[in-house]
């Protein structure tokens, strides 16, 4: 069981939220300090250009794209894609990107955890940064790593190919913050191929500091979803994998799921139907569109059975990639869940 720490004098408790590398006071990454960089940039009338994550194709990695393209990768500043780069735009969501040529969506689907939590957000993209005030192409983000967090610095040129970016992409074609955070995670980890593939525990991890439990969904107990229910009023982050199949990665089934793929879990409820309480997980796939087609999915004639309040709060029928399926169907469509929470002792 994940238990509180017991609480120190407040004296000491101040030194340890101070001390480097924690939350508070974040190591600087590669030794590179986002103020001093920035200020030294603006003095000399420069953009900032990072020599320690080059813009060049050993921060791609090998293997990750066709030599041909390899060849044809143009890294350029978000003021070369659009006409007014924003870093966030209306605020961060789980809406804003859809995952691009590459094998990252237990990453993604991280991400996609932590939009709900605004703390958890502010930390790992600081709010003093923009295209507007003190631009210089620089920018950083913040990762919990081998025990510490660090704040990790970039410049900003993304690699493109005719145009688009390569990787991830936002819905909001003047919206860059999923693509910079995803470029600072890539520097983080030594390359965007490093990216292609993993385990969406390590993402929940390393952007929030906390511990995590991964269930096995074929031996699932009877009281998980009271415990994911647990979870969502604890703010903890969920997220979950379906099995590999023997058809190539990502093939999609009839039913909409994709094999070898990671989803984000964005919620739980209960409804009644026919009288019976019928308890449902929603779910986020990461591609930002594609989604589960049998019963509880969007177009499902179940929900003419639920009443209409249920019905308007919880139903929407939009491709966005996120969809609702009973925890029976959650059980048997996906393989793990993991559940990362911050200081709460509810996992056993």
């Known amino acids: ?114 939009t709900f939590q605004k703390d958890i957000m502010d930390q790992v993209v600081p709010a003093d940064q923009s295209f507007n005030k003190d631009y210089a192409g620089i920018f950083h983000f913040r990762f919990h790593r081998n025990g510490q967090w660090v704040d990790v610095v970039i410049d900003d040129q993304l690699p493109t190919l005719n145009g688009h970016l390569i990787f991830v992409n936002c819905k909001t074609s003047n919206e860059f913050w999923p693509a910079l955070l995803e470029k600072a995670y890539a520097k983080v980890c030594g390359s965007y191929a490093a990216l292609n593939g993993g385990f969406i525990s390590d993402g929940l991890h390393d952007f929030t500091g906390g511990a995590y439990k991964t269930f096995n969904l074929s031996k699932a107990s009877d009281n998980l979803w009271d415990l994911m229910e647990q979870a969502v009023k604890r703010r903890a982050v969920m997220g979950c994998g379906t099995p590999p199949g023997p058809t190539p990665a990502n093939t999609v089934l009839p039913n909409g799921i994709v094999q070898g793929h990671a989803y984000t879990v964005t919620g739980v409820t209960k409804v009644k139907s026919q009288g019976k309480v019928v308890k449902l997980v929603r779910l986020l796939n990461p591609w930002g569109k594609g989604e589960w087609k049998g019963n509880w999915s969007d177009n499902s004639p179940l929900w003419n059975e639920v ?35 911050i200081g709460v002792d509810f996992l056993i």
Request: hydrophobic share 35%; net charge neutral; aromatic share 10%.
């Open 1 to 114: 069981m994940l238990r509180f720490l017991h609480m120190a004098p407040q004296k000491n408790k101040r030194r340890k939220l101070n001390a480097a590398g924690s939350r508070y006071n974040p190591q600087n990454f590669q030794a590179q300090d986002f103020l001093k960089l920035r200020q030294k940039c603006l003095i000399n009338n420069a953009l900032f250009v990072d020599d320690k994550f080059p813009a060049d194709r050993r921060s791609i990695g090998s293997g990750l794209l066709p030599l041909k393209k390899v060849d044809k990768v143009v890294w350029k500043r978000p003021s070369e894609l659009v006409d007014d780069p924003c870093l966030i735009v209306d605020g961060e969501s789980r809406f804003d990107y859809t995952q691009g040529d590459l094998g990252n969506c237990w990453f993604l689907s991280a991400i996609g955890a932590i």
């Open 307 to 341: 009443s209409s309040q249920d019905r308007e709060t919880w139903l929407e029928d939009k491709n966005n990639g996120e969809f609702w399926m009973s925890m029976e169907d959650f059980c048997r469509s996906y393989d793990e869940l993991d559940i990362c929470t």
